[in-house]
């Protein structure tokens, strides 16, 4: 090992990717374009599926929003334990495939047991594009993860932004197969980039390393409690606040403008979350994040008006960067300091804490509304950050075990 290395590693306890020559900003580009693709279809189904000719009734779409979360969720430690013994590009890859099929069955079902099977496999995709694209992104950039990172999940806002937006005008253009026609290029684009830039893997070798100590780790448990907090926090903004607007006379494309404004305030934070978690440690970031999301909720649904609400959002999508950049981050690094390279197994345990969190704030958002007032229901998620925000600071009791190789390297 040489003194060059910031931390030990056991490259041969994982399946890892050569990057030898290989230019190193295409890999967070094209994670940046896949989870781009992956969030515009999720936000493009959510208000076309309605209009499906495959929908027989009003219940049955509450089982097509559960069947993503629940593809996300049984797929994901599969992933995990793929990415980390056969490399993350081919997990990527199938990730793609399986988008190609999910726009194709939202397109083309016919009845409802198809368009059910087409949001499994959605949940399916979502799940080894995430997992496999934050591994890649945690061991490509080992010294500036937050910021890339960052750069990476605005991929995501963006196409979570612009989904119903596209969805919304192709439908109205072209009927209900036409988004999801022009989908399908975007998709071709996606698997040509996944397949022609991502660095080839190489297989495991060796002893299997101990996965169940490290995602037992109190750290990842903690980066996992984070990841969900943040998931909370940004997912009861999403639901409520359009629909506020709405009832307030703000129009569609000024709500769009509005969510454009707090996109481009959470990739601006991204160097800023960078510098900041260089010289504090990354855990006092995050706890910082939580505590001013807890008070950015309550305190945004103050603002009046289209531009006041712009003004909130960006100031809830700076919170939300702190919160999960660095805990993106801290994930990868709980993997360095164990000498490891199994960055898809703890990114499984970040796919399904968002997942959790997702599902939380959703369920709570849909019984609060018709009961509390836009503020009350930011102030009750805010004082659950507050009271959760502790947790983050506990540390583990025992020290870190020191991998074989460097023990007898420092003899």
């Not at 990057?19 to 992956?38: E, H, I, P, R």
């Not at 399916?124 to 934050?134: E, P, V």
């Not at 898809?344 to 958002?365: E, K, L, T």
Request: glycine share 10%; proline share 6%.
């Amino acid at each position: 090992m040489s003194s060059a290395d910031p931390l030990p590693r056991t490259e041969k306890s994982c399946a890892a990717s050569e990057t030898t020559g290989f230019n190193k900003w295409a890999v967070v580009g094209v994670v940046a374009f896949a989870l781009f693709v992956d969030y515009l279809i999720y936000g493009m189904t959510i208000p076309l599926t309605p209009y499906s000719p495959a929908i027989g009734g009003a219940e049955q779409l509450g089982l097509l929003y559960g069947g993503y979360s629940a593809g996300v969720l049984a797929a994901t430690p599969l992933f995990g334990y793929l990415g980390d013994r056969i490399g993350y590009r081919r997990p990527m890859i199938l990730g793609v495939l399986l988008s190609a099929l999910t726009v194709a069955l939202f397109a083309l079902a016919t009845n409802f047991y198809l368009l059910l099977l087409g949001r499994l496999l959605q949940g399916a995709a979502a799940s080894a594009t995430w997992t496999a694209g934050l591994a890649l992104i945690a061991a490509h950039y080992p010294h500036k993860r937050v910021e890339m990172i960052g750069y990476a999940l605005m991929g995501s806002t963006a196409g979570s932004l612009l989904g119903p937006v596209i969805g919304g005008s192709l439908y109205e253009a072209g009927g209900y197969v036409l988004p999801f026609a022009v989908t399908g290029i975007l998709v071709a684009i996606d698997a040509g980039l996944r397949i022609s830039l991502l660095p080839r893997d190489r297989a495991a070798a060796g002893a299997s390393p101990d996965l169940k100590a490290l995602l037992c780790d109190q750290s990842v448990l903690v980066a996992a409690a984070a990841v969900a907090l943040a998931a909370i926090g940004w997912g009861i903004v999403e639901p409520l606040l359009p629909a506020r607007l709405g009832q307030s006379g703000v129009s569609p494309a000024a709500v769009g403008l509005i969510f454009t404004a707090g996109s481009i305030a959470y990739g601006l934070s991204a160097p800023l979350v960078s510098r900041i978690s260089q010289r504090l440690p990354i855990r006092t970031v995050i706890l910082g994040g939580t505590i001013a999301m807890a008070v950015a909720l309550p305190l945004s649904s103050l603002f009046r008006g289209a531009a006041g609400a712009a003004i909130g959002l960006c100031l809830i999508s700076v919170c939300y960067a702190f919160m999960l950049n660095p805990t993106s981050a801290e994930l990868g690094d709980a993997v360095d300091r164990r000498g490891l390279s199994c960055y898809a197994a703890v990114y499984a345990v970040y796919n399904i804490a968002y997942a959790v969190g997702q599902m939380a704030a959703s369920a709570f958002a849909s019984a609060a509304s018709p009961r509390l007032s836009f503020f009350h229901t930011m102030l009750i998620v805010g004082l659950a950050l507050a009271v959760f925000a502790p947790l983050l600071t506990l540390k583990s009791s025992s020290p870190l075990p020191v991998p074989q190789q460097d023990r007898s390297a420092s003899v």
